[in-house]
């Protein structure tokens, strides 16, 4: 699959735990994005990367929040002390420089109990 | 800014007859447009864009959309509804080709086709 993937698909945890998530974009793709999407929803933006640069947060990434893509490959986000408001599906998507259509992969379900 | 409004959040059609998902846009500039499909358990999958070529535009699975830029909408159409059309639809716009690069997704429009 040439896809863009995520690990893991579901996660369960406790306030106040922290966790992380990966994406591994489309190999030749060199911008890579994560989305927030809650129930009801469409996906809103947190944050975008250019290679291993991250160029733009939203202000839905609190200091909780932390995403690094450090050899421009996947990615990671990290939420710290969750709280029960993070339940969500955090997607990734990815493009390339000279595109603007973003593929997306299948999402990160998050319940924080 | 930008901004996506997907008129509806419900949909519901008997299978064979059409669609009609309806999507008004808001932008400063001349914007590329999205429809997106989400099935239950997958990931966003492309459905068509706009992107100033023509007008309408044809996508995966039978369905179009125009673009209309006198009344600022882009709507989804399919002629006829299969059972596999079951989905969540959102409608998105680009940014602008400088600077962000954030996608604005509209809410949403569940679509429920009937057999």
């Known amino acids: 699959d040439t896809g863009v993937s995520q690990d893991p698909r579901h996660k369960i945890t406790k306030r106040g735990q922290n966790v992380t998530f990966r994406c591994d974009p489309i190999s030749e793709h060199n911008r890579l994005y994560w989305y927030r999407q809650t129930l009801g929803q469409g996906p809103e933006f947190l944050t975008y990367?250019?290679?291993?640069?991250?160029?733009?947060k939203s202000r839905l990434l609190s200091d909780r929040f932390s995403a690094e893509r450090p050899k421009g490959s996947f990615s990671t986000l990290e939420i710290q002390r969750t709280e029960q408001g993070d339940s969500a599906m955090y997607l990734c998507?990815?493009?390339?420089?000279?595109?603007?259509?973003?593929?997306f992969g299948p999402g990160t379900r998050l319940l924080v109990l | 800014a930008q901004s996506v409004t997907q008129l509806d959040s419900h949909v519901s059609v008997s299978e064979g007859t059409p669609v009609l998902l309806r999507c008004n846009y808001s932008?400063?500039?001349?914007?590329?447009l999205f429809w997106y499909v989400q099935h239950p358990n997958k990931g966003l999958q492309l459905l068509l864009k706009?992107?100033?070529?023509?007008?309408l535009v044809k996508g995966i699975n039978g369905f179009e959309a125009e673009f209309k830029k006198s009344e600022t909408s882009f709507h989804l159409t399919k002629p006829s509804a299969h059972m596999s059309d079951a989905a969540e639809y959102f409608c998105?716009?680009?940014?602008?080709?400088?600077?962000?690069?954030?996608?604005?997704f509209g809410s949403g429009t569940r679509l429920q086709v009937q057999p």
């Open positions: 998105v716009v680009s940014p602008p080709r400088t600077g962000r690069r954030a996608l604005t």
């Open positions: 998507a990815s493009s390339r420089d000279t595109q603007e259509t973003q593929y």
């Open positions: 990367f250019q290679n291993e640069a991250q160029l733009e």
């Open positions: 932008s400063s500039y001349s914007p590329s």
């Open positions: 706009y992107t100033s070529a023509a007008t």
